[in-house]
């Protein structure tokens, strides 16, 4: 035992010192959270404002000023006619000119046919949509009007609703958060796949390297193989938790810094105006949600999923990394292996989507997706005996998996020169001490 | 007394067998060589004694006691490939593999401090083994390989990869291992070295054993029965009934003979020469170890 702790302990700082290991930690969260923060804050900059002329010969836009970063400048319809106006944009360098005519009677759906943006060079589609979000309003108050509606009357009765759905399975009658749910479930699943095949790919190519530095035999004089390939998996089971918990801890103080400083100006400053207000009843609303998840539950589970999944997958990588001499010999080996990791990420979504359907339930069964299956389902909610079923059975063929993966190991780290055969693999294992 | 018993052990790779029922005495104190060609069965024998794997038949004693894990400490193996790990710190290396021998932190960094001042590399301390020559690395796996002071140690091939200085360093270091109460298995081809250093042999060739004993001995037991003799001028005797002269050559008023004397009684023949002429020298033609070791696996 004191032999893995000092195994541990080497393949642990070794990795942790490496550059690219301080590399990864570090800028992992940050690009995440540029990834999160960034656009929403380049958003709120104010950018460079568009100025779009506007010839309306018919009044029909009721001296609407735009918006920020897209603003309406009048011409004055008696001075200027269509080609005053172009020439008004080809010398001032504005974005656009829009143009209205008269005619036609006001009908406003002729008007809608003869509206035209003249600009120099291609438009902007977000300038192209926006103009016709206010046309549209325009032309549709035009149209009431002359149904003899009171436009004021159409603006009181709108009503947005909200629906409150709630899931009467459940033991008490929470209010449902499918959508939350599904965020954390993906997240859990997809951060699960990723640390899987990272690290077990790691795994792999240190034992290729062990291998092939031929300082392996060294080793083994001195430990059992058994507990060479479990060192190594346990310190960097060790790395990829300390990644893990660098990662959430980083990555939740930049975000809560990022959303104090950054967006929580933005926000303030934009409460003051009624839409907003509905906004801050949004978050209000989706922070109360987010208060109704079982954390305790799914941290717990998202632990264990993690570090079995890992496990098991990890003997597996080890026992490729000591059948081969170098990386590229690993190929055949690794599609068994990634196929089930790559099933399970498919069916990840497919669970999400229905999280009780039978695909759900037997993919989280099977210990090779159950990690990442099992993780989609368990915000949702899952059955004790299931959650109960599903560990057992991943921990069985965990250990299952290391004593066979050891087996391999054991023969495979002495091997050189030709490329085994599955045939061999299994004949390895038969092989006594 | 031995150290190292090995009682007909036998081992299978699946169809194939390494070892065919080998038994050996190592004596305590002894440098004792393992020899045989390529593919014979010395690395399969030498996994067995450091227990990377398990004899199929028969068994191995350890100082009297059959082999087991706690035995690991006490056995140092530098291995005939060689390796390190590449990007580790040459101290850090061998006090990992110092400790995993079983050496506590305080005793494995004094014996480190006093091998790197022995072989006067304390400068090396902090440079990664990939920034060291190849011989300079051997030169790390042999200290990694002693640090933990075994009672046995196992040699394969311990003098490639090094210049004729460092051969010789490590040749007085394995003597002086020996002094110290150490016993050392030494596996190799180079006959030279063997003859040099060893005390007792053992020879292995397709998974048998078909040699052993003291290097004397075993000179002994394989000699041609022929000896030489030079004589001033030249040779006017005859050769006793039942001998035969088998090479005759002059030079510079000194004449070379070889006999051979199927009993080994060569009072007769030096009778006849001393009566006749002066006798320069009489030696025995022994076998040099390489002799015998082709002529041992051809024979087979």
Known sequence: MNKIGLIIQREFSTRVRKKSFIVMTILGPILSVALFVLPAYLATLPGDEKKVLVLDKVFLMDNDKGKEGLRFEYLNPEKFDLDAAKQVLKETEKYGLLYIPDGGNMDPDWIKKKATLYTVGDANIGTVSYIEGRLSNYIQLQKLKLENVDPEAVKRSRTDVNLNTINIEEKEEKESIGIIKMGIGYVSGFMIYIFVFLYGAQIMRGVIEEKTSRIVEVMISSVKPFELMLGKILGLAGVALLQVTIWLLFGGLMYF??????????????????????????????????????????????LFFFIFGYLLYAALFAAIGSAVDKESDTQQFMLPVSLPLIAAIIVLITALDKPDGPIAFWFSMIPLTSPVVMMARIPFGVPAWQLILSMSLLVITFLGTTWMAGKIYRIGILMYGKKPTFKELIKWISYKG | MSILSIQEVSKYYGDYQALNSVSMEISKGSIFGLLGPNGAGKTSLIRIINQITGPDEGKVLFDGKALAPQHISRIGYLPEERGLYPKMKVGEQIMYLARLKNLDKASAKKTVREWFERFEIESWRDKNVEELSKGMQQKVQFIATVIHKPDLLIFDEPFTGFDPINTNLIKSEIRRLRDEGATIIFSTHRMESVEEICDDIALINKSHKILEGPIKEVKMANKSHNYIFEVAGDFNGAVPNGMQLLEQKSK?????????????????????????????????????????????????
């Open chain 1, 257 to 302: 810094l990022a959303s104090t400083f950054i967006l929580g100006d933005a926000l303030d400053a934009a409460a003051v105006t009624a839409q907003s207000n509905a906004g801050n009843e949004k978050m209000m609303e989706i922070m109360h949600k987010i208060s109704l998840i079982d954390f305790p539950l799914i941290i717990g589970g998202f």
């Open chain 2, 252 to 300: 510079e008023g000194i004449t070379t003979l070889k006999v051979s004397v199927p009993d080994d009684n060569t009072s007769e023949l030096i009778k006849q020469i001393v009566s006749n002429q002066q006798l320069i020298s009489f030696n025995e033609e022994l076998p040099s170890l390489n002799d015998i070791f082709i002529q041992k696996v051809q024979a087979v």
